[in-house]
């Protein structure tokens, strides 16, 4: 069974930097696009960003744009998504997901219930 497993997440102050991690054990996550979605309290779940399978190409909510970098990581088979500037509305859960028939960010890539296979999440707070 696939599962993602997300980390990184934590307390920051307003302006800070965090790093998550979504790593798939015994699963070879280059063969598919990756999304990170995230969800605030009350809020549907949205995406935050897209890396492709084939050409790495990527994608980013207007929000991230500028901020936020998805990267892949071949060698220990994992996604990272590096979060800069942070600022009190990236607070939420942030969760890494894929659809074993996606290989491009195109299309309806934003759209959750595109995606098959989830994490548990990791959880982004941002207070000063």
């Known amino acids: 069974q696939v599962q993602f497993v997300e980390s990184g997440g934590g307390l920051v102050q307003p302006g800070g930097s965090l790093s998550l991690l979504c790593a798939v054990p015994?699963?070879?996550?280059?063969?598919?696009?990756i999304a990170w979605f995230r969800q605030a309290p009350g809020k549907e779940r949205e995406v935050v960003s897209c890396?492709?399978?084939?050409?790495?190409?990527?994608r980013y909510a207007d929000s991230v744009k500028g901020r936020f970098t998805i990267s892949r990581d071949k060698a220990r088979n994992s996604v990272y998504l590096q979060m800069n500037d942070l600022n009190f509305e990236d607070t939420a859960g942030y969760y890494c997901a894929a659809n074993l028939l996606r290989t491009r960010c195109s299309g309806t890539y934003y759209l959750s219930h595109e995606y098959d296979y989830w994490g548990q999440g990791t959880q982004v707070t941002v207070s000063s």
């Open positions: 890396i492709a399978s084939m050409d790495g190409s990527t």
């Open positions: 015994g699963f070879t996550l280059d063969r598919y696009a």
